[in-house]
């Protein structure tokens, strides 16, 4: 039983350390050729009450930096795309004996809304025969929005597994899930040559 506890606290080390899991996708027929100037979406979902957060601040830091070296324009007077953020962090448990597990979910709200709202629920039932590891997951999310229309023209996320400690200190995990995200983003020059509307990057 030493062993499997082991051996899970090192799968739990090594996922940490290849990098968050990253999936994305676009609404169909999406013209990205005619998005170049951008802005931030107000208030926020990173934000705090009236006030922008330390964690926003980053967010929009790396972002700009990333999409300005991509040749996009920062541009708060006339977006054409506005982008927002969603961040949770939520405890998980990893067990080191065999269990069983029966998930199911339901979700009311799709890709393409308005992030008005949406219903969603989860449940699973977890019959272990042992003690489990507990660790924290992050989940970073960027949605890019039509500045006319306010509709998501794509989202992607990023889940990425934490050590507790890095709670105090989100910084290189944000900046990492920020660069991986966008990394998904479809240039102008390849969108529509054979990519797909769907598109999740290897696990």
């Given at each position: 039983?030493?062993?499997?506890?082991?051996?899970?606290?090192?799968?739990?080390?090594?996922?940490?350390?290849?990098?968050?899991?990253i999936h994305s996708q676009h609404r169909p027929g999406t013209d990205f050729a005619a998005y170049?100037?951008?802005?931030?979406?107000?208030?926020?979902?990173?934000d705090q009450a009236?006030?922008?957060?330390?964690?926003?601040?980053?967010?929009?830091?790396?972002?700009?930096?990333?999409?300005?070296?991509r040749d996009y324009r920062y541009a708060p007077d006339a977006p054409d795309m506005l982008i927002n953020f969603t961040l949770e962090i939520r405890k998980r448990t990893a067990y080191s004996y065999p269990y069983h597990y029966f998930p199911g979910s339901v979700f009311y709200g799709g890709f393409g809304g308005r992030r008005r709202g949406g219903v969603g629920?989860?449940?699973?039932?977890?019959?272990?025969l042992g003690g489990g590891t507990r660790y924290l997951?992050?989940?970073?999310?960027?949605?890019?929005?039509d500045a006319k229309t306010r509709d998501v023209l794509w989202e992607g996320r990023a889940k990425s597994l934490?050590?507790?400690?890095?709670?105090?200190?989100?910084?290189p995990l944000l900046?990492?899930?920020?660069?991986?995200?966008?990394?998904?983003?479809?240039?102008?020059?390849?969108i529509g040559k054979g990519s797909s509307d769907v598109n999740a990057a290897p696990p």
């Amino acid at each position: 039983m030493r062993f499997l506890l082991f051996f899970m606290l090192v799968f739990l080390g090594g996922c940490a350390t290849t990098g968050p899991e990253i999936h994305s996708q676009h609404r169909p027929g999406t013209d990205f050729a005619a998005y170049r100037g951008f802005a931030f979406f107000s208030p926020l979902g990173t934000d705090q009450a009236e006030y922008a957060s330390l964690i926003s601040q980053q967010l929009k830091a790396e972002t700009r930096r990333v999409l300005e070296a991509r040749d996009y324009r920062y541009a708060p007077d006339a977006p054409d795309m506005l982008i927002n953020f969603t961040l949770e962090i939520r405890k998980r448990t990893a067990y080191s004996y065999p269990y069983h597990y029966f998930p199911g979910s339901v979700f009311y709200g799709g890709f393409g809304g308005r992030r008005r709202g949406g219903v969603g629920v989860g449940f699973g039932y977890h019959f272990p025969l042992g003690g489990g590891t507990r660790y924290l997951e992050s989940i970073l999310g960027i949605d890019i929005i039509d500045a006319k229309t306010r509709d998501v023209l794509w989202e992607g996320r990023a889940k990425s597994l934490m050590p507790n400690a890095d709670r105090e200190n989100l910084e290189p995990l944000l900046k990492t899930a920020v660069e991986k995200i966008l990394e998904q983003y479809p240039s102008p020059k390849t969108i529509g040559k054979g990519s797909s509307d769907v598109n999740a990057a290897p696990p």
